[in-house]
């Protein structure tokens, strides 16, 4: 099996890559534009006889139908993913989310792979005020991003309806683990703190989100591509529900801060007030998270408290609050 992983050298798509090989015995082309947010760091050493990396960038025809040429399954996480820039700079977001996007798609249906999964959001159902987002909901999508997220899903639909590519898209929800790109909330977060700084608190704190560790996201996304229906959708979520303020005092309490540290900023525009995700229909199929929330975090802490090499550059980069 030889698979392509588009954003590899990003979050999640570089720990997706560490979990391929070290679960099985595929062959991966590793494809990313390095971006800000992809780092090369991430993967160098897993690079060699069974995964190579091709610098291209999904937009790019040429690049994407070459890197594809011999390729079985592709996993798609080369994204633009961060609200605040999606808000101050839409543009990018909906050429590299949708146009791209259809790039992928139009590539993987000449090649003829045999699976396709799409990774989206849990953002596109819009806020959620009760209960929890099934995966027949409408998308009701808030911020560019969510909208560039939502518009890429039904571009990826639109080929498995026209054209029978084995297309599948997942919804997932707020990921954290190792190798997150610091402008993000727990890895902003976590560093600042470690490094004695204030950390920025949206409004009053109370938006609720679902965090899902980014090993439990890979394991997902293995069973949906040897289990899951092409032409549907699964939400991957962890049902860790917690709000932006109770968040903070995990990370302030396992960084050996106190509350001085929290600086309350006003909200941001359009600021989603909770998600939630239903997945019963993805543990139907034998998933379940193994991570727990308390456990997940001590962890991730302590990895970027002892991998201070890799995030310290990146933090002198211009960085947007999260």
Known sequence: MRLLITGAAGFIGSNYLRHVLNTSDHAVVAFDALT?????????????????????????????????ADCDQ?????????????????????????????????????????????VSTDEVYG?????????????????????????????????????GLPVIVTRA???????????????????????GASVPLYGDGLNIRDWLHVDDHCAAIDTILSKGSCG??????????????????RLLELCGRDESAVEYVPDRPGHDRRYSLDCTKLRALGWAPRQN????????????RTNRGWWEALKNRVVERP
């Not at 961060?82 to 839409?90: K, N, T």
């Not at 997150?180 to 490094?195: R, V």
């Not at 939400?235 to 005092?249: K, M, P, S």
């Open 36 to 68: 800000y947010a992809g780092n090369l760091d991430s993967i160098k050493d897993l690079l060699g006889d069974r995964a190579s990396f091709v610098h291209g960038d999904i937009t790019d025809r040429s690049a994407v139908r070459s890197a594809m």
């Open 74 to 118: 592709v996993v798609h996480f080369a994204a633009e993913s961060h609200v605040d820039r999606s808000i101050s700079g839409p543009d990018a977001f909906v050429y590299t989310n949708c146009f791209g996007t259809s790039v992928l798609c139009d590539a993987a249906r000449r090649v003829g792979v045999e699976r396709f999964v799409h």
């Open 127 to 163: 806020s959620v005020e009760a209960g929890s987002s099934l995966e027949t909901d409408a998308v009701a999508p808030r911020s560019p991003y969510a909208a560039s997220k939502a518009g890429s899903d039904l571009i990826a639909l639109s080929y498995f309806s026209t054209h």
């Open 173 to 195: 929800s707020n990921n954290y683990g190792p190798f997150q790109f610091p402008e993000k909330a727990i890895p902003l977060f976590a560093t600042s703190l470690l490094d």
């Open 232 to 249: 549907e959708i699964y939400n991957v979520g962890a049902g860790n529900e917690i709000t932006n303020r109770d968040l903070a005092e």
């Open 293 to 304: 929330l308390a456990g997940g975090l001590a962890k991730t802490v302590d990895w970027y």
